[in-house]
């Protein structure tokens, strides 16, 4: 039985300004399991938050999903849709959770309304069913005395309320994806864990797939299946939470890991920056993306993007290093090619 819920193919996104055509997402192709979680790990700018745009149909001029990318849900080619037939499955199927809750939610508007809104313009219910289904996914995301705090406005409620707030709007009509993008931002990290801690009890109490996209490795470190690791607009790395932090196969990975911060070193100890700024995707470098920040660049690296190698069946990494021909680096291995 085929348990892939989504399956993005060849996803390339690029926005149209005067000076050019910004590629924001090159040639990106991940895919999610039904009941699993999915981290996008990358900086600023390497595509991650395009890609769920881009997921949900929800990329508006000047930018453009380009001809050739195929984003498969359950079956069904999302880029071919029109904005209609998109609209009846956001919500419904998939949801998102936007980064700033601070934002997401309208501070004229209570609670009870912005979620009962948002209930009936997806479901055939009545106002006192959603206003109880509204109720009872606050008390699911751990909100205390849901049927009074239902009825306050967002200033009155600290940035991790809000966040849980978005999170029970988003699972309402029981999508079968949800989406959060950077879902920790700007909390603090005790409420960080919380939130984490929710979407991990979330993902097996009521069975929803979830996508996770932020830009720190850390907070994805117990609660992903399965890690994409973006840069440039490119997908670097592929793996397990294993492969990705135990047995990190691209150089881009590593420095990933080495700007975490770390309990077991010493007090002193500096953390290591990545140098260099990231690409400019309105001239994409036609090597590999992390070529002119990378301490093992070779001359190919700069010509030629890499292509992906298979490290075993779940991991995968783009980068020359594990060609045959390659010089070792530390623990680089030879890899098989899988695609161009």
């Not at 932090?245 to 700007?259: A, D, E, M, R, W």
């Amino acid at each position: 039985m085929n348990n892939i819920l989504l399956e993005v193919s060849n996803l390339r996104t690029s926005f149209y300004s005067h000076l050019g055509e910004i590629q924001a997402v090159r040639g990106a192709s991940f895919q999610l399991e039904k009941g699993k979680v999915l981290g996008i790990v990358g900086e600023s700018g390497s595509g991650k938050s395009v890609s769920a745009l881009s997921v949900m149909g929800l990329i508006q001029e000047p930018g453009k999903v380009k001809e050739g990318s195929v984003i498969n849900f359950l079956g069904r080619d999302l880029t071919s849709l029109s904005n209609k037939a998109m609209s009846k499955i956001r919500g419904n199927d998939i949801s998102m959770i936007f980064q700033d809750p601070m934002t997401s939610l309208n501070p004229v508007y209570s609670i009870e309304n912005q979620m009962v809104e948002v209930i009936q313009r997806h479901q055939t219910i009545t106002k006192k069913a959603a206003k109880e289904r509204a109720v009872e996914m606050l008390k699911l995301v751990g909100i205390p005395q849901p049927e009074k705090r239902i009825k306050n406005y967002p200033h009155q409620f600290s940035g991790g309320m809000r966040q849980r707030v978005m999170i029970a709007t988003a699972l309402s009509c029981n999508p079968q994806l949800l989406i959060a993008d950077e879902p920790t931002t700007a909390l603090d990290v005790t409420i960080q864990a919380q939130i984490l801690e929710l979407m991990k009890d979330l993902k097996t109490r009521i069975s929803t797939s979830i996508i996770i996209i932020t830009h720190d490795l850390g907070v994805i470190a117990e609660i992903c299946d399965n890690i994409v690791v973006m840069y440039g607009g490119t997908i670097m790395e592929t793996g397990t939470e294993q492969d990705i932090f135990y047995n990190p196969q691209n150089p881009y990975t590593v420095g990933l890991h080495q700007s975490i911060p770390k309990m077991n070193v010493d007090e002193k100890a500096r953390l290591v920056p990545i140098k260099g700024s990231p690409p400019d995707l309105l001239h994409p470098p036609i090597g590999c993306p992390f070529a002119g920040r990378c301490p093992h660049a070779m001359q190919i690296c700069l010509e030629e993007q890499p292509p992906t190698f298979s490290i075993s069946e779940n991991h995968t990494s783009a980068c020359w290093l594990l060609h045959e021909d390659a010089p070792k680096v530390g623990d680089y291995i030879t890899a098989e090619v899988v695609s161009e």
